[in-house]
């Protein structure tokens, strides 16, 4: 199964892994799966609405698909489905295939982000 975790993450952190990745030519690999981090929690639930969400995992495993495919899957309208697929794919969270779909190329998604008192 192919999970990716969506986590909060200071960039300066990211910033860390991706200096040690250019040095090594090499991307640090994870036991736990892909990764896609946010700077800060709210980024993350702007990206991630509850519209996208549904979007997301009417999409998970499914393979690529239309706008049009999506847009049933969920039973919304084909020009909101398409808007909330252009923004997940400007985060980075769905990716285009050579054919011109969208997909989500996951089996699973978990979330991390610590709540820390002020």
């Given at each position: 199964m192919k999970t990716v975790i969506l986590e909060v993450r200071n960039p300066t952190d990211?910033?860390?892994?991706?200096?040690?990745?250019?040095?090594?030519?090499?991307?640090?690999?994870?036991?736990k799966?892909?990764?896609?981090?946010?700077?800060?929690?709210?980024?993350?639930?702007?990206v991630l609405t509850a519209k996208r969400w549904e979007l997301l995992k009417a999409m998970c495993g499914?393979?690529?698909?239309t706008v049009r495919d999506a847009a049933s899957r969920v039973e919304r309208d084909v020009k909101a489905v398409h808007s909330d697929m252009t923004?997940?794919?400007?985060?980075?969270?769905?990716?285009?295939?050579?054919?011109?779909?969208l997909e989500f190329p996951?089996?699973?998604?978990?979330?991390?982000?610590?709540l820390q008192a002020a």
């Open positions: 990211s910033m860390v892994d991706f200096v040690q990745a250019w040095k090594s030519g090499k991307a640090a690999q994870s036991a799966g892909d990764r896609i981090a946010f700077a800060t929690p709210e980024l993350l639930w702007k499914a393979g690529p698909l923004a997940l794919l400007n985060a980075g969270v769905l990716v285009r295939t050579d054919a011109g779909q996951y089996d699973a998604v978990k979330v991390e982000f610590l």
